[in-house]
């Protein structure tokens, strides 16, 4: 493979695992406070990326506009996610939320299909992404660059709000034992719910991403790339923000690196994220950097 | 087995019910066939998965999976020799499956015994965890599954799928085989195995401080779920006459799961109650979709999807106020209609008697 073939891959690679970690941190925030799989995670995604598609076409705003507004709807339907499906199944045996959980993905997907209809659509781009650098050979499309950078600057203020605020100290706490946390006068309900917001926008922010990536938005787009996600959440370690950035930097460069240096096996794409999730589950079921949380007897 | 009376006037029932079946076609249209069919399919489904999930207590969310895998098997088994050549257009098919031609309840067998096999494979590494890490596993085993397929275009004609499969699955022959479904694993959920099983689910570390081989019998159940359903799996390739990878996604398993929540967790009658439920109350819901028309004032256009909104949010329902389904996990036993009838009949008594 030449150089610029390789650069190409690896920006491409980039791109990828960091639409997974910006994901996977939504999955491992909320596995972390209530240890749930937030099925619905995905189809968040997919909301987000239509209203930025509304946004531009419909209505006509500029895209840091509809981008702004598309994360605050996606934040606050995760919200009234958490209210209507989460809460009230809190105290129930975790299968329960779980299943519930399926049905809040499955009850977005139907309804986005009856209003958005199931076609695909394309979506815009704005032509400062998608025109080139060069430095000799190498051409690098500035999108490829642009997601990469954008996602650290949201991780860097999800930390910050994390190990740095009142609100990411009571997740924390949470996250370690949500009845203590209750009885030092925590908010509980109030931080769960801003544990959904702040996943939800991450999501949305991935979504967004992710339609001016690969320029189109449908019904059931936010499946495979919530799915994978969930992936590289497992395998960097469920509940740890660090680990779900690393678990989908590493998913993006396996998915896109072996395909680059094996093209016959690019109709396994699909199937990689889950051999290396069984992989992990088998020898390391902590993932890299997750704690070993202990069963209670 | 013991021959009480209430074995007898089991037997009883099902042989009526087949004679009931073979006289079918009689006063019922093609498409209350078609569901009834549809109906016994699912209800082994639901069965195999409460198998599972109900009785053993493990999450899996693979049985899309092994049902593409009986499918696919019992298509190949099925499909005469010439037809396959002719399909098989993006590569030939290799040598034993071009050869393979099996009668039908042979294929369903083979079907259930590949599933059988797979999941053997699979238990191993992902019977080690716990619940929902072991949902995800699954899910990720189904998903390889189905890439598997879509990629072994030798064998399965890849992404085109298998279309005009035989229907060789009466509405005699699904009856029969959710009959077998039932009573296999009725016998081993309601015997000394089963409570082992149940032992498992409720306190997994009490079940292995008193020597139970925990995943000999973890492995155990997950492998019989799998091969009915495989069964499940082969009996839909031929009702439906057509199969391709995208079918076997995960809302398949999704909606094999709702039977079994809808029925009730660790009940039997209450997955095939489930199963019927959901089957007719789907097919009921495509009227939504059709334009209404009210006394010809309103008219409202038919809205394509709207049945699976309806769905889901009946799911979301029965989760957030009926968790336990319909049935939780108690059974429709004959002693429990006979004592409804007794009880039925000494209120009429007493009220007559006023």
Known sequence: ?297 | MRFNRTTFICLALMAAGALFLTQADMFLSNYQLYILKLFFINAILALSLNLIYGFTGMFSLGHAGFMALGAYMAALCILPPEQKEMMWILEPIIWPFSELFTPFWLAVILGGLVAFVFALFIAVPALRLGDDYLGIATLGFAEIIRVLLTNATPITNGSLGIKGIPDSATLLTCYVWMLITLVVIARIVYGNFGNVLRCIRDNEIAAQVMGINVFGYKVMSFCVGAFFAGVGGALLGSHLSTIDPKMFNFLLTFQVLMYVVAGGLGSLTGSILGAGIITVLLEWLRAIEEPMDFFGLVEIPGIPGMRMVVFSVLLLAIILYRREGIMGSREITLAGIGRFFRRLATRTAGREAQ
């Open chain 1, 1 to 297: 493979m030449s150089l610029e073939m390789f650069f190409q891959h690896f920006f491409n690679a980039l791109t990828l695992g960091s639409l997974y970690a910006l994901i996977a941190i939504g999955y491992t925030m909320v596995y972390g406070v209530l240890r749930l799989i937030n099925f619905a995670h995905g189809d968040i995604l997919m909301v987000g990326a239509y209203f930025v598609f509304f946004g531009t076409f419909a209505f006509g705003w500029p895209w840091g506009v509809s981008a702004i507004a598309a994360v605050c709807g996606a934040s606050l339907l995760g919200v009234l996610v958490e209210r209507v499906a989460y809460r009230p199944l809190r105290e129930a045996p975790r299968i329960s939320a779980l299943i519930s959980a399926i049905a809040v993905s499955f009850f977005i997907e139907s309804l986005a299909v009856v209003v958005f209809t199931g076609q695909p659509r394309p979506v815009l781009q704005p032509d400062w992404l998608i025109s080139e650098w060069q430095w000799g050979r190498v051409h690098i499309l500035k999108l490829t660059a642009f997601v990469p950078v954008m996602t650290a600057v949201l991780v860097a203020a999800l930390l910050y709000i994390l190990y740095r605020t009142k609100p990411g100290l009571a997740m924390r706490a949470i996250s370690k034992d949500i009845e203590t946390t209750r009885l030092m006068g925590v908010r509980v309900d109030n931080i769960i719910a801003f544990t959904f917001a702040v996943g939800s926008a991450l999501a949305a922010a991935s979504g967004i991403m992710w339609a001016l990536r690969y320029p189109q938005v449908h019904p059931y787009m936010g499946i495979m790339p919530g799915l994978k996600a969930f992936v590289a959440a497992v395998v960097g370690g469920i509940g740890s923000v660090q680990g779900a950035v690393i678990g989908g930097v590493i998913l993006g460069f396996v998915e896109i690196m072996s395909i680059a240096f094996f093209p016959e096996l690019s109709g396994y794409r699909d199937a990689f994220a889950f051999i290396i999730l069984v992989l992990v589950l088998v020898f390391k079921p902590t993932g890299l950097l997750g704690e070993n949380l202990k069963e209670k007897i």
